[in-house]
């Protein structure tokens, strides 16, 4: 499991990547996300519907109600135009973490403490 | 194994969210997609529905509440505050909320809500200031350290059918007590001197009446704190002082002055007084408020303390133990050994004597013996104020539960849907509570403002001395905001439990719940209101009767025709004197002139004078005696019965005059002239015979309405300074008299400045006590009538509100606006005629009990009953007219417009 704060920290982002590959819904968005960590994320049902809530609140994605061929409905999210503004701002920052560890964990740094 | 219904258990899974706050629409839909896919996954994997469920459903849920939480979340505004049905329940939270409501209610009912604060604020307001009344006037002299164990002895004389308590005791009867008595411990005596006296202090001049002369043993028994010098040997020396701080601050500008000199005059000629010590205040709350205490020895000398009849205040300090019922028993045998002889002596054969231990603390309020040094306190008056206001804050509780549950129609749709929603009756119970608490803090406040108000009247009439700031002390405050709140529960209690009964149901059915339509409960409360109200106006009018009733008696002289002048204080100016007192007599609108030492307009005491009766027995005779001047009975404008006055014209007569009373009384009327009075000397051996020369048509001086006493009347023709002098003038208002009068007095005594007084405007004036209390109740009495009014109003409101339909309904059928006013109105009288009869022999009870008091007095008539009674029907008819006028004429169509 990781931990609680980077969990929270990152679903938003995350949310937003996978949108951007296409429309999707909770339950598609929750293996997705376990399938991309390895089955080290796994979001659970109360996580991951209010958060969607909250992003469609703030505009940064859109929803509809679709019936299948069952006759069952499911919710379907896309991402907006603010929302691929919000992903790409938060693509770089997480780069800049990233880079960050990737350098420091690198085999031959030498690092000035001064 | 029995089939797995799927649907079934989602739909039951999807309901169990259902019963959770938090979700709005779609969220459980979207949810419940969610655990379809999740099943659906699980199946393809190879399970069945069964353990698919019950996995998935494992996922989704750590518990239903935690969830509603997460939605909730993230749609409030704030999402670091908790979900309502997180938050606390204990009532403190709710109070905001219930405030809220209690707000927006009475917003939509600002009438009832202003009756309902003002009933609570006035009532509350006098209270307060009834209170502070009664704590200024209550816990005297607690604050000696001894208060507990400190007795005035009283000296309770019977004699000759009268019966005289008196605060002063003879000399020796303190020091015979200490060595007597192993329970008394200390004694102090004290003496009042003369009347007005002076300390000076080069310029500085102190007159006071609060002069006190002590023996040295005073600080044993009161407790005082000493400033500078030593108290054991303050009072020992003759003509020596012991100051208060403030005296001394008057006369030195400091406190340190113990060695100084100050020169003292009184009864006696001007003499130098040493200061020996300087004490702090004794305080206000004293019975003995002195400022003074001067030393024993320079008043009286060795042979006057063991003087049985000369008086003194005699204060005891009993043991530890304190026991006074054991001191008491032994009083009897003490009075007989040392009292009972003398005062057969000298008093009279038939006298009989007790001694009394009057508790210090209880001093102020008791009855006033004869002599006491200062005016006490009516322990009477404060029962009365504490009684009424016990009354005024019932029916201010009484008028809250009219006014709400009146009201109640209109919570009851409220109340109905608040169940329905899932509150108990507790809750609401609460909820009701917390708006009339709320209401009654609000009253409080506003109470606060009206004893701003009303603080310099009430002050005025009961002579409280307290300003504004003191309105606002922390005690005070304490007191308001605890009186606001049990007000505010136990008027809230009745209404809260009443409104909150109503079913659900039939309370959100319009016209469901007919509450109280008979209102018994309401009626009755009604009823009591006007009771008090009505008894205490009875009780009221019975008071003015009877103040008008004694100043127009005929008190038996010409009280307003007589002037009355104060000749001047020097000795010099009294020389013109005569003269004055002549030329006045020449002038031709006044009818007599006369000089008196005594007052017209206070009482007399009485003695026991040794008389021979016109047969020739001796008689100890109880008159009251009076010294006057010549032609003392004509300017008075008194009659002879038989006989004649003193005569100027031989002076070495031996005469006196008696009342017409004193001949009744002892049966002298076949030949009172020949009755003599008998003088005695000082071992009251008879020593001359004097005759009756004349008997006099009686007149009462002072409070017209005590008995005229028996009276004898001395010749005393000399002129003392500031000596009365007393002018009958035979004028329709004797004041215009004054220009004429004032001419004359200039020319006699230019260097004195010309003042009078209608004796008739002093007499009058006392009166002030029973007209103070008369306006004091008054004022407690609108009170009372301005809340029963209040009630009246919500209760005529709700009436009408609740009997629209019929009056609408009347009026289509033809019914006059008279007869609807009538049907309305009817039931109001009703209930004024019960209160009546309820508050008629209450107000008899209170009036009779106070007209009591007076041994001459008003008799008791129908008249204050009839009266109050029409009083308070106008102010019912007023009070009920606008709404019943209201509903007469309201359009039909407008009521009925729903059914």
Redesign the interface.
């Known amino acids: 499991m990781a931990y609680k704060t980077l969990v929270a920290a990152s679903t938003k982002p995350l949310v937003l990547s996978i949108l951007s590959h296409g429309k999707s819904y909770g339950y598609q968005i929750i293996k997705n996300v376990e399938q991309l960590s390895n089955g080290e994320l796994e979001w659970t049902d109360a996580m991951l519907y209010p958060v969607l809530h909250r992003m469609e609140k703030d505009g940064l994605i859109a929803s509809e109600w679709i019936v299948l061929d069952n006759g069952r409905k499911r919710k379907y999210y896309t991402i907006t135009a603010k929302g691929k503004e919000e992903r790409d701002t938060s693509k770089a920052q997480w780069n800049n973490v990233n880079t960050a560890f990737n350098r420091l964990w690198g085999a031959n740094l030498t690092l000035d403490l001064g | 194994m029995k089939n797995f219904d799927l649907q079934q258990h989602i739909r039951q899974w999807a309901n169990q969210l259902r019963t959770e706050q938090g979700f709005e629409p ?2 459980i ?3 419940e ?2 655990l ?3 099943i659906d ?1 699980l199946m393809e994997e190879g399970q069945d529905a069964k353990s698919a469920f019950e996995k998935a459903t494992e ?4 518990s239903t509440r ?2 509603a939480n ?2 909730y ?3 409030a505004v704030n999402p670091n505050v908790k979900p309502p049905w997180e938050r606390s329940t204990s009532f403190i939270t709710k109070l905001p909320a219930h405030f809220k409501v209690a707000i927006r209610h009475m917003k939509k009912r600002k009438s009832y809500v202003i009756m309902n604060i003002l009933g609570l604020a006035m009532s509350i307001s006098f209270s307060l200031l009834i209170w502070m009344y009664v704590e200024t006037e209550s816990g005297y002299d607690q604050h000696y350290e001894n208060a507990g164990r400190i007795y005035r002895v009283i000296f309770d004389v019977k004699h000759d059918g009268i019966h005289v308590p008196q605060a002063d005791i003879g000399q020796p009867v303190g020091p015979t007590m200490k060595s007597d008595f192993p329970e008394v411990i200390e004694k102090t005596r004290l003496r009042r001197i003369g009347a007005t006296n002076t300390f000076a202090k080069g310029d500085i001049v102190i007159e006071s009446t609060d002069f006190f002369v002590t023996d040295p043993d005073f600080f044993k028994v009161f407790s005082a704190e000493v400033l500078f010098g030593d108290k054991e040997t303050a009072l020992t020396a003759p003509n020596t002082v012991v100051l208060t701080e403030s005296l001394a601050m008057q006369l030195f500008g400091r406190t340190d002055v113990v060695g100084e000199t100050l020169i003292y005059s009184g009864v006696r000629p001007p003499m130098d007084m040493k200061v020996k010590a300087v004490i702090k205040d004794l305080g206000k709350k004293t019975h003995l408020p002195m400022r003074a205490l001067i030393s024993y020895s320079t008043y009286f000398d060795q042979r006057e303390l063991i003087n049985w009849l000369r008086k003194s205040y005699t204060y005891v300090l009993l043991n530890e133990q304190n026991e006074v019922e054991t001191l008491r028993s032994k009083l009897p045998d003490f009075s007989d050994k040392y009292l009972a002889e003398v005062l057969r002596q000298r008093i009279s054969p038939t006298a009989t004597v007790k001694l009394h231990l009057q508790p210090l603390t209880e001093i102020y309020l008791a009855d006033e013996f004869l002599g006491e040094p200062y005016p006490h306190g009516s322990r009477e008056n404060l029962e009365i104020l504490s009684t009424i206001m016990i009354f005024l804050l019932v029916m201010a509780c009484i008028n809250y539960v009219n006014l709400s549950t009146a009201t109640a129609v209109e919570r009851a749709s409220e109340v109905g849907i608040r169940k329905t929603l899932g509150s108990s009756r507790g809750n609401l119970i609460f909820k009701f509570l917390s708006e009339s608490i709320f209401l009654a803090l609000i009253a409080g406040m506003v109470a606060m403002l009206i004893s701003i108000v009303l603080l310099p009247y009430f002050s005025e009439i009961t002579g409280l001395e307290k300003s504004v700031l003191d309105l606002f002390s922390g005690t005070n405050l304490i007191i308001v905001l605890l009186l606001s709140l049990t007000m505010g529960l136990l008027a809230g209690l009745y209404p809260s439990l009443y409104i909150t009964r109503f079913q659900p149901l039939m309370a959100l059915k319009p016209g469901g719940v007919g509450v109280g339509k008979r209102g018994w409960l309401r009626k009755g409360l009604i009823v009591i209101q006007y009771a008090i109200a009505g008894s205490l106006m009875i009780w009221i009018f019975v008071i003015g009767q009877q103040i008008n009733f004694v100043k127009e008696r005929d008190v038996g002289f010409d009280k307003s025709n007589l002037l009355e002048l104060t000749l001047p204080e020097d000795q010099a100016a009294l020389q013109s004197a005569a003269a004055f007192l002549s030329e006045l007599n020449e002038l031709p609108q006044v009818k007599g002139v006369t000089k008196a030492n005594f007052d017209l307009a206070s009482g007399y005491g009485v003695g026991s004078h040794l008389m021979k009766s016109p047969k020739g027995e001796q008689v100890n005779a109880n008159l009251a005696a009076i010294s006057v001047g010549y032609g003392f009975v004509e300017a008075l404008g008194a009659q002879f019965v038989v006989g004649r006055d003193f005569n100027e014209n031989r002076p070495s007569e031996k005469g006196v005059l008696i009342n017409q009373s004193a001949m009744d009384q002892y049966g002298w009327s076949d030949n009172p002239l020949k009755a003599k009075y008998l003088s005695r000397d000082r071992q009251g051996e008879v020593t001359g015979e004097w005759d009756v020369i004349g008997v006099v048509s009686d007149f009462k001086p002072g409070e017209s309405y005590d008995m005229v006493s028996p009276l004898i009347i001395f010749l005393d023709a000399r002129t003392t300074p500031g000596m009365r002098v007393l002018v009958n003038v035979d004028l329709q208002n004797p004041a215009t008299f004054a220009p004429e009068l004032g001419k004359l007095w200039e020319r006699h005594f230019p260097d004195n400045i010309f003042e009078f007084q209608v004796l008739e405007d002093r007499l009058n004036r006392l009166y002030a006590k029973e007209e103070t209390f008369q306006q004091l109740l008054t004022v407690l009495n609108l009170i009372t009538v301005m809340i029963t009014i209040l009630g009246v109003v919500g209760l005529i409101s709700f009436t009408t509100e609740v009997r629209k339909k019929e009056i609408a309904i009347r009026k289509i059928s033809g019914a006059r606006v008279e007869t609807i006013m009538t049907l309305l109105s009817k039931q109001f009288l009703t209930l004024l005629v019960i209160a009546f009869a309820i508050a008629g022999p209450i107000g008899y009870y209170l009036s009779s009990n106070w007209l009591s008091n007076f041994s001459i007095h008003a008799k008791f008539t129908m008249l204050p009953v009839g009266f109050t009674f029409l009083i308070c029907l106008l102010f019912t008819i007023m009070a009920i007219s606008y709404h019943a006028l209201r509903a007469a004429n309201a359009n039909p169509v407008k009521a009925l417009r729903y059914e």
């Open positions: 779609g969220d839909e979207e949810l997609a969610n379809w896919d999740r996954a996922k989704t849920l750590s935690e969830l997460e939605f979340k993230a749609k």
